[in-house]
């Protein structure tokens, strides 16, 4: 069974960086999509933001524009261990942090995945930026 694990979370000041983890296990291929979410204080599920998608195949990475520059994934081919490199912390980014797959053949359908469209799902690391 195919599970996601969160880890690298913490508290940081404004400025500061952070490199979070998903492992998964269970995944018979590499032909999934992952996504990191963020889901804000007080906000429900379905109001999750994405802030990065990686197709494990390849590597394809795609960012929306509000975290272009500050936020990175990277990938560990031995184990498809996914990070995501967070710079310049600032307040608007305290959350829970998510990873979340799904299945997927192509690298292109990553980018147009929304919340929904994910069936995999970890519990989630909380970052706390203090100003």
């Known amino acids: 069974q195919e599970q996601l694990v969160e880890s690298g979370g913490g508290s940081v000041q404004t400025g500061g960086s952070l490199r979070l983890s998903c492992a998964p296990s269970g995944f018979p291929d590499t032909r999934y999509c992952v996504g990191w979410y963020r889901q804000a204080p007080g906000k429900a599920r379905e109001e999750r933001e994405g802030?990065?998608?990686?197709?494990?195949?390849?590597?394809?990475?795609d960012y929306p524009d509000s975290v272009k520059g500050r936020f990175t994934l990277s990938q560990d081919n031995a184990d498809n261990t996914i990070y995501l490199q967070i710079d310049n912390l600032k307040p608007e980014d305290t959350a829970m942090y998510y990873c979340?797959?799904?299945?997927?053949?192509?690298?292109?359908?990553?980018?147009?995945?929304?919340?929904?469209?994910?069936?995999?799902w970890g519990r989630g690391t909380q970052v706390t930026v203090s100003s």
């Open positions: 979340a797959a799904v299945k997927a053949y192509s690298r292109n359908w990553c980018r147009s995945l929304r919340v929904a469209n994910y069936n995999i």
């Open positions: 802030v990065g998608t990686i197709y494990l195949s390849s590597g394809t990475t």
